[in-house]
């Protein structure tokens, strides 16, 4: 493999998050996720060395202690596996790409993460929260919009942000999104959500300022009319779930989680709910299976005479 040993670390980093939109089809969040990370080690090796120093003289000991740094400033081991993620992909990038003739990354571990059963509410608190929205003004109508479309078909909070008005189809009672590596998938939504669509579209036009700067046609607008930000749609739901559940987790996610819970309690296929979680193998669906396995051993321990 012929080596290009004087490729400049930044234009090398440039050009990794560059294919990681366009060629790897990552999602916005991860690839401003591995921005932000590998900016951070950047911005280490420059206070480290003075200078930042040739993507081919880097080593395995360059990074432990950036990881190292990381840690001590009280990372979580779920954040601090994301940074060593992006590192790791950044150098297996970069050695397939030709620029170094080892990757040093190779060897760095990433920490196995804590197996966490995820947090789900339970019907009467989706009901309390539903009923929780005032919906007689835009952004009310906009906000029980979200929380019953995230509870009704069990989409991540980068799918709704940038679902369009015409990827929904009121007649079918459907909604078209793109997921994950850019893969197109069809849901169905419940009745409520439909209405709860429904009216906040009836006042979407009094969020636009004007009609021409309509941002690309999205559904779900800020108060100023421009496209949502995640964190924004994270403080609505999690302020609305605030006095309604005792839930550790407060977020859009523990709709999603509530969704495939309630669906496979229910009786739900697990293929089925996976396809419509957009999950690219059962077994990412198959923990909350077991969410439903603890509650029915629950039950039985309550109910049954001889338990």
């Known amino acids: 493999m012929e080596t290009i040993l004087t490729i400049d670390i930044q234009q090398a980093y440039k050009q990794f998050l560059s294919a990681c939109d366009i060629q790897r089809g990552f999602s916005p969040y991860t690839i401003e996720t591995y921005r932000f990370a590998l900016g951070e080690f950047l911005e280490y090796l420059l206070n480290e060395y003075g200078e930042l120093p040739e993507l081919s003289a880097i080593e395995p000991d360059d990074i432990r202690p950036f990881l190292g740094y990381m840690h001590d400033k009280g990372l979580a081991k779920k954040s601090l596996r994301v940074k060593i993620a992006a590192v790791k992909s950044f150098f297996r990038f970069a050695y397939k790409q030709g620029w170094i003739e080892r990757n040093p990354a190779a060897i760095i571990a990433i920490p196995k993460s804590e197996k966490k059963l995820p947090s789900y509410l339970q019907q009467h608190e989706i009901d309390l929260l539903m009923q929780s929205f005032s919906i007689d003004n835009p952004s009310g109508a906009r906000n029980a919009a979200m929380a019953e479309l995230f509870y009704s078909s069990g989409i991540r909070v980068s799918e709704l942000i940038n679902l369009k008005v015409q990827s929904i189809d009121f007649h079918s009672s459907t909604i078209r999104v793109i997921g994950k590596g850019k893969k197109e998938r069809i849901i ?73 819970t309630h669906l496979l309690d229910a009786g739900a296929d697990i293929s089925s709910v996976s396809e419509m979680l957009g999950h690219s193998s059962l077994s990412a669906t198959q923990v909350y299976t077991h969410i439903s396995v603890d509650r029915l051993k629950k039950a039985y321990k309550n109910a049954h005479p001889r338990a």
């Open 188 to 260: 169905p939504m419940g009745s409520k959500a439909v209405k709860a669509i429904q009216h906040y579209y009836t006042l979407r036009s009094v969020l636009l300022r004007e009609k021409s700067a309509e941002p690309d046609n999205r559904m779900f607008l800020s108060d100023k009319g421009k496209p949502l930000n995640p964190a924004v749609v994270y403080t609505i739901i999690n302020r609305a779930m605030k006095g309604i559940t005792e839930c550790s987790q407060k977020s859009p996610h523990v709709l999603r989680h509530s969704f495939a």
